[in-house]
């Protein structure tokens, strides 16, 4: 139960620090970004290192595949080891025929 208030008590600390900074604080580069979504399947964005992170789980093991700057690069990459690992029928963020 205490861990319980201890972990309200911070989220809303960090509720009001985020409300007093204001987004137009923030790096551009964060700023575009919504928290804890890339708008890709396999892709995250990795706060730390200001990049996408693109990672696959294959028979309960998750593989990291690379940083990248951009998250639709990520996510061809992504999209790529779906398919190596499931062939077609890879569930992935963009159909085959967009592919450059």
Known sequence: MASLDWA???????????????????PMSLAKVPLGASGYRGVYFQRDKNKFRA???VEGHRHHLGYFT?????????????????????VTNFPLEARP
């Open 8 to 26: 309200r008590a911070k989220r809303r600390a960090l509720a009001m620090r985020r409300k007093k900074a204001g987004a137009e604080s923030r």
């Open 55 to 57: 990672a696959i789980e």
């Open 70 to 90: 951009a998250g639709a690069e990520a996510a061809r990459v992504y999209d790529a080891a779906a398919r190596d690992a499931w062939g077609a029928a890879a």
